[in-house]
Each structure stands twice: as C-alpha cells, then as structure tokens.
C-alpha cells in the first residue's frame, strides 16, 4: 500500500471523495508543483479517483490538462511534462475501456507505456502490478497505435459526421441513434446530448463556437446552442434527407444538401432566432451528399450521386460550372483556405484534387479499397485525410500526390473526418459507433476439387499427408495431398460446416455446424463416431485438448462446451461472453482455455473447474487468439489488425 492509499484508508468516504476530486488543483495553486507531479504518478491515486463512484475517468484526465496552463508547466521539469503527458494519453486512449471496467487499469497502462523506459513510468507499472493477483498482463505496448490519441464512446448507432470548433477544444457528432453529441476533446467527457426525432446525417459549427446545426433524415436542419445545451430553431425546405451542411467563416450563412437533389442557402439570425432561405440551388440530377463553401463566403462546391461536383455563385445562386471525373458517386468535399483549389471523395474509391479557377483535374489519388466518403483539408492545404468503407484513414501529402500513411484502427466504415486548425489532430466517425482523436504528426499451389460450394476451412493431419476440408455442402473431404484424390467424403451434417480440428494422433476430427451441432469422425474408416447436441446456434470454432480427449466448441449461442470424446457427453458449458464467440485456444497442459468474442472481450477460463479466470477488454473484435509453447505467453489479434501479447501471471 503506498502513501495515499495509507492515508485515505483512515479518512471517511467524504474526505477521500474531496481529497481526489481536488487534490491535484489545491496543490498547484498552492505551487507544490512536485506533490503535484508525484500524485498523479501515483498509481493508487489513480486507481483510487477512477474507482470512486462520484468520480469519474474525466475528470482524473482533467487533472493532467492543468499542465496545459503555462502557469503551471513552468514548475515543472520537461521531463516531468512528458512523462505526465504519456500517462495522460495512455488513460485518454484506454478511457472507454475503464468506462466498462475500472479493474481493467493495470493490463491498459501496460499494453500502452511499458516501451517507455523512463523510471517514473517504470515505476508506475510496477505498482500496477502490485495491485494484481491473476491477470492477463500485456507483454508488449500493443494497446499503442502509433497516430491514434483516444477513443469516444456512446453512440449506439452508425456515427455519420464530425465538426471541430475554431479552437480544437471540442467536437460535435451525429449518428443513426438520433443523438446529437458535443465532446470535450481534452478529456473525451459528453458536454451535451441532443436527441433529434430521426438520424442526424450532416453537422457543422459555426466559427464562435456557439451553436451548431444538424441536418437529418426527417428533411429538417436544427440550430443549437453549445453553450446552454438548448435547441434554437428548426429549418425546413428540403422534401428528402438533409445529407450535407457548411457554415460560412462569418457564421450568418449556412447551406445545406439534400437527397431531394437541391441545395438551399440560408441566412441565419441568430439574435433573434430566425432563419431564411435566400436561394434554391437547382441543376443535380441525383442526391446531393456534400458541401463546403470558400473562406470568403461567396461560393460553394457540392457533391453528387450523379458522379459530379457543381460550383455555384451563392451570391445570385447560379451554377459556375460542373465538374466532371469521377465515375460513381461523389460522397465527400473540401476547400483550401485560399478557395482555390478543391477535394473530393467518391464512390469509385478515388480521392480528385481540383483547380475551383479551370474545373480540371490536378490529379487524382488512388490506395483506398473501398468507397471514399470522408474528406478533410489542412488550413494550409498542403495535407488531406480520407475516410473509407475500407475502416482506414490515409493522409496525403496534396503537394506531390503522394499517401503519407494509413491510420488503422476503426472496425468498420469510416463515415466523417475533420481537422483542427492548428493541423495536430483529427477526429474520425465511423458506423463502429465511436469516433477516433488521430495525432497528425508527420515526422512519425495447386488447386483441388470436389466440394459443390464454398470451403470453409481445411486443416492437416500431424504428418502433414493428408489434409481434411469443410465446406458450406455440409460435407467434410479427407484428402491425399500426393495424389490431390479424396479418400472419404463424410456426410451428417445439414447446415454449412464452419469449423474443424483434427485430433493430435490424426486419427479422428471433429466438426462444428450451422446445424448447431458437432460431430466426431473416424480418419481411418469415414465413419460417423458421436454427435454433439447442446449449442442453440451455429457452432463457430473448436479445439481439442493436447491428449486428445476432450473438445471445446464455441457458438453464435455466446457459450463455450467442454465435451468429453470418449464418452460423447458435455462436460461443462461456461457462459459470460455478451455475443458471439469467433475464437478460441486449450492451453498446453490442457487445463485454461481461452475465447474471444465479438463482445470485444479475451477471457481466459479454468478447465478443470468449469470457471472464468479473467477478462481482458480491447476495442474491436479478436479474430485470432493462441497460447505459446509454454503455456504462459497469449497471443490476440483484433479485427483492426493491432495484435496483443499477455504473459499469464500470478502474484
């Protein structure tokens, strides 16, 4: 127990409540800036504010941003600084994972500061491993991605736009849950929810940072107020979807785009809480899915479903011209500072930089695999950031044309992106449900046939001759891999098989079905030796134990069964997953397993007893999981491509 775990044992709830809820504040008013220092690098403090069911993990991030006040990071030392910045963005990074499990602290302050050497950091894992008995500790910072600074969490649907104040301080989003969302982006804390009568599809700030405005499915746009959390007024015009809306750098004008293939201008009196439409933009022939307007306020640029971008004269509102490249629809647009040049993402999967003077091409940029539907542009417009329905965001470099990176780490289409002005950050939304704050720094064989559909899965036999395949026509093959000819075809099952093991002496396998049940078979005769009933949904994965005697399956069903081969009976079934199970491993000395699930969880179980071990939480789901030779290493891998290393300890 260290210092101030000692002293707040004795104190009563009230005490400790107000001592670390404002401790790290009275001290550096009070210039202590070393007890200052010294307390947020305490890992029981820590551990003790996020606990407190008063408290929240915002507010113990809040406690680092003091330092952000000169007047306080002048007591300090650079070394000081930095260190209390790495701990401030390891709990940023990890604060939606905390939100769901504070007993997560010690495994997410490893996965993301044991590659820094520094002492003080050293010293802090230390005491987090003090604090734990049997845990799933990361043996590699695999919770660090590189550029990403914090995940935000709750939205319950797709998040489909993102806007960043003039100051970069906060950010507001909107989503298919109908919710309106304005965030404190130096702590990751809800400033305001607004709940909206349909999905919010287009945001946008004006430059003061006092009212937002939202465009929705219900064919209306909404103004806020940022300050009082309350709704101003309502616009409506548009017969379709508000899909795209942009603020002038004055804050009086807005435009908005709709499905009903028109864009309108309006003028906003905020004062007295009145808008007006001044014109009609008429001339798409298809969906109009985005907007921006020059620095200047004198122009806009959408974005078509008819494959086109149109620029128009917002002070008369007549069409400039139409600009023609892309193949399929444009989905995203942004303007450089000096309203000269313009850029676009489609549907073709192509990123177009134009020249808003011509309406020509510059050049066109490729990499993304799928649909580009974010964009965003340093002010300086020198570098862009893209969005896809491939889950990534590329930066490029405008200039030669050039991807300077991808940024990973989204689990499924990324739908808005936006930029601070002072080109650090950027913030990302995607149908995943969370929105993403990214660092921008810069500086940093033969084919063989026989089954009638899709094969599923194929593993080998331990002397590597034969090969057994499974395929969604309910069959299993064995194969000889010297002569490519099928030895037994099994048949029982009714629904695709998805899973298959074979068993450490080769001479049997077991199946997992759609039928929800498993099946033992015999290598050596093609015989059917047991059928397992119990899963009340598809069986997903299996795997067998070193000795060959027992099974474990997982399931849609969100359990887990231990069978016994012998016998043919379930053993155990161990429940706690929240959704789909989709991977699993038995240990080498056949008595943990563990699972992963699409509930974003890895836990590890006692096989001998039946029971869960331990829980480990990451942010997108695990495709892979495994232990080492040892039995004492796991290895994870989550859909977003980050992979996990734990180190099985007890204290």
Not at 68 to 97: M, Q, T
Not at 157 to 169: A, F, L, Q, R, Y
Request: proline share 3%; glycine share 6%.
């Amino acid at each position: 127990m260290g210092k101030i775990a000692a002293i707040l044992k004795s104190q009563d709830s009230e005490f400790r409540r107000i001592y670390l809820e404002t401790f790290p504040g009275r001290i550096l008013k009070q210039k202590k800036a070393d007890e200052y220092y010294n307390t947020l690098m305490d890992f029981d403090f820590i551990s003790l504010k996020i606990q407190h069911p008063d408290l929240s993990i915002e507010s113990l991030i809040m406690d680092y941003a003091l330092i952000d006040d000169p007047n306080n990071s002048s007591r300090l030392k650079p070394e000081e600084i930095k260190n209390l910045e790495l701990v401030r963005r390891a709990l940023l990074l990890s604060s939606h994972i905390l939100k769901q499990d504070t007993n997560q602290l010690a495994a997410q302050l490893w996965g993301t500061l044991q590659c820094f050497p520094q002492q003080p950091i050293q010293n802090l894992l230390k005491s987090a491993s003090e604090s734990c008995n049997l845990w799933l500790r990361p043996i590699t910072a695999s919770l660090r991605n590189g550029n990403l600074l914090a995940n935000f969490t709750g939205h319950e649907k797709w998040v489909n736009s993102v806007s960043i104040t003039e100051d970069g301080k906060k950010a507001v989003s909107g989503a298919s849950d109908n919710i309106l969302k304005l965030w404190d982006l130096q702590s990751g804390e809800i400033i305001y929810n607004w709940e909206n009568d349909d999905w919010i599809t287009a945001v946008a700030i004006t430059p003061d940072g006092k009212t937002v405005i939202s465009g929705s499915r219900n064919k209306t746009l909404k103004l806020w107020n940022a300050e009082t959390g309350k709704p101003v007024l309502s616009l409506e015009g548009h017969d379709s979807w508000v899909t795209a809306v942009a603020i002038t750098s004055d804050g009086k004008m807005a435009i908005s785009g709709s499905d009903d293939h028109t864009l309108k201008f309006w003028h906003l009196d905020l004062d007295n809480k009145k808008a007006t439409c001044i014109h009609t933009l008429k001339g798409h022939k298809d969906a109009v899915r985005a907007v921006a307007i020059t620095p200047n306020g004198k122009i806009a640029i959408s974005g078509s479903r008819d494959n086109n971008l149109k620029l128009w004269n917002l002070q008369n509102g007549e069409e400039i011209r139409t600009l023609e490249g892309h193949t399929s629809w444009v989905r995203a647009v942004a303007i450089t500072s000096n309203g000269k040049k313009a850029i676009s993402g489609s549907l073709d999967h192509t990123i177009k930089l134009w020249n808003l003077q011509t309406g020509e091409v510059i050049r066109t940029l490729t990499g993304h695999k799928g649909s580009v539907g974010a964009i965003s542009m340093t002010p300086d417009g020198k570098i862009a950031i893209s969005g896809s329905d491939d889950h990534t965001l590329k930066l490029w470099d405008l200039d030669t044309g050039k991807e300077i990176r991808t940024l990973t780490g989204h689990s499924d289409k990324v739908r808005g992106v936006a930029i601070t002005p002072d080109r650090e950050r950027a913030i990302s939304a995607s149908d995943d449900y969370t929105l993403k704050l990214w660092d921008l720094d810069i500086s940093k064989e033969s084919s063989s046939r026989g089954h009638n559909n899709s094969i599923r899965v194929v593993s080998l036999t331990p002397d590597s001759k034969k090969a057994v395949s499974a395929a969604d026509d309910c069959t299993l093959k064995l194969w000889d891999l010297q002569t490519n000819q099928v030895i037994f075809s099994f048949e029982g099952h009714t629904r695709p098989i998805k899973a298959l093991v074979i068993s450490p002496d080769g001479k049997t396998v077991i199946s997992g079905s759609d039928d929800h049940t498993l099946k033992l078979w015999d290598l050596q005769t093609g015989k059917e030796i047991y059928t397992f009933e119990g899963h009340e949904d598809w069986v997903t994965t299996l795997a067998i134990s070193p000795d060959g005697k027992k099974a474990i399956s997982a399931s849609r069903d969100k359990t887990l069964k231990l069978w016994d081969l012998q016998t043919g009976k379930e053993i155990y079934t161990f429940e706690g997953h929240e959704d789909w199970v989709t991977t699993l491993a038995i240990s080498p000395d056949g008595k943990k397993a563990i699972s992963a699930s699409r509930d974003k969880t890895l836990k590890l179980w006692n096989l001998d007893q039946g029971q869960e071990i331990n829980t480990f939480i990451v942010d997108s789901p695990i495709s892979s999981c495994t232990f080492s030779p040892d039995g004492f290493t796991i290895i994870a891998k989550e859909e977003s491509g980050r992979v996990h290393f734990f180190r099985l300890e007890v204290t």
